[in-house]
């Protein structure tokens, strides 16, 4: 569902985006004639998108990086990611952008006397109390994803296992997670945190010709890099996971990987990796809880290439 959500909310975003950014670039030398919000809301329909997409694409952006932060720690927590959380998920979101798109289109109505520029920004139709209120969450929000995925990773670095055959797989865990840490960075610090923190500042009015600029040209360049990563990794992935299908590496290797893994030996996330690569289920797991010593034959299948890239594992 968080992805579903943030799915949508990129298209909405990225309408926006595109509609309204080339705006602001040109923004000097627009004329200054009167309008009323009415007429924005009407003419300038991307408006609306935004209204939409921008607490969605936060609010899921920061959903996302929670869940992984449960799938990898959720067992030293004590919580258990399940069918709650997705829920939780859904109703949070859907409220907040109903609440928000309802107390934008009042606004614009109760405001519908108003002048303000042709230009039609976000910040001049709905009243600029409101939108230090949106911004500053949207913003706190960006800091707060960005914060989850560095505490996953730091945890993950502390949390090593014994077993060496499982510490392989936790190293290819911490590089996928390091480099989900390093995309998100530079997709959410640039495309979301700092245009909302500087939409916070502007509308407390200190404005910034350069600096709406920068933001403008950041926020394009910063979406299509994260579209264009999206893209390879989904064309990489799938391409890897053909090659291992067609050379029948994992279905050889199944047998000798359930039968070596020990249900007491392993923590819960690094059950589910390896119940992934294997086609099993966990229940099967519980079969082998008297077993404390992995088998050499899962080392030495690790080793070989056995497991693909642990991002697979995760939510992203």
């Known amino acids: ?9 990129m298209i909405c975003i990225s309408i926006g985006v595109v509609l309204s950014q080339p705006l602001r670039l040109y923004e000097p030398f627009k004329p200054e004639n009167s309008t009323t919000p ?12 935004y209204a939409v997409g921008e607490p969605l694409l936060a609010l899921s952006t920061f959903m996302i990086a929670f869940g992984n932060f449960l799938i990898i720690h959720g067992k030293t927590f004590q919580f258990h990611l399940g069918a709650h959380y997705v829920r939780s998920c859904f109703i949070i979101q859907a409220g907040v952008v109903l609440v928000n798109l309802t107390l934008n289109l009042t606004q614009i109505f109760l405001r519908s006397n108003v002048p303000i520029n042709t230009r039609c920004f976000q910040k001049e139709v709905v009243d600029y109390k409101y939108n230090v209120v949106v911004f500053t969450g949207l913003a706190l929000c960006g800091y707060l994803t960005v914060l989850t995925e560095v505490v996953t990773f730091l945890l ?22 390091m480099k989900q840490t390093i995309v998100l960075v530079i997709f959410v610090f640039i495309a ?10 502007d509308n407390l009015g200190y404005h910034s010709v350069f600096w709406d600029r920068f933001v403008s040209v950041s926020s394009i360049a910063a979406y299509s890099f994260f579209a264009l990563h999206t893209i390879v990794k989904t064309l990489w992935n799938r391409n890897r996971v ?15 990987i359930v039968h070596a893994v020990s249900s007491s030996s ?15 289920s966990v229940e099967a797991y519980h079969r082998w809880t008297s077993h404390q010593v992995l088998d050499p034959r899962l080392e030495e299948a690790v080793v070989e290439g056995m497991a693909s890239e642990p991002e697979e594992a995760l939510v992203y």
């Open 1 to 9: 569902m968080c992805i579903l959500g943030y799915c949508v909310a």
């Open 38 to 49: 009415v007429k924005c809301a009407v003419v300038f329909w991307h408006l609306h998108f």
């Open 156 to 177: 993950l670095r502390l949390n090593k296992s014994n077993y060496t055959a499982i510490r392989l797989l936790q190293i290819r865990r911490e590089v996928a997670v």
């Open 192 to 201: 979301q945190t700092v245009p909302n923190t500087y939409k916070f500042i």
């Open 242 to 256: 053909e090659v291992q299908h067609d050379s029948g590496f994992l279905n050889k290797m199944q047998p000798e």
């Open 266 to 280: 392993l923590k819960v996330y690094e059950k589910i990796f390896i119940v992934k690569q294997t086609g099993t």
